[in-house]
C-alpha cells in the first residue's frame, strides 16, 4: 500500500507530532517531509515505509483504498 500526502498529515494530526517530531523520529530530514506533505514531490519508497513504520508504531492504522478513498485512525488500544 502506498502513502499518501494526505495520510501523513493526518496520522501526525492523530498522534500529535510535529514536521521535526516526525524527522527526528525516522532521521528522514523535515524538508522531505514538508516537500512531500504538500505534493512538492514523492520521497524514494525507502523513506515512505519508515515514516509509515514510526507513525504505526505509535498507533497509526493506515486504511487502504475501499471505494472511499484512503484514510488513517487510531488504534483503539492506544
Excluded: C, Y
Amino acid at each position: 500500500m502506498t502513502l499518501t500526502s494526505a495520510q501523513l498529515r493526518a496520522a501526525r494530526g492523530l498522534v500529535d507530532w510535529t514536521v521535526r517530531d516526525l524527522a527526528e523520529k525516522t532521521e528522514v530530514h523535515r524538508n522531505t517531509i514538508s516537500a512531500f506533505e504538500s505534493d512538492k514531490t514523492t520521497p524514494n519508497a525507502s523513506t515512505l515505509a519508515a515514516l509509515r513504520r514510526a507513525l504505526e508504531a505509535a498507533g497509526v492504522e493506515f486504511i487502504e483504498e475501499n471505494g472511499g478513498g484512503p484514510g488513517v485512525r487510531l488504534n483503539s488500544r492506544w
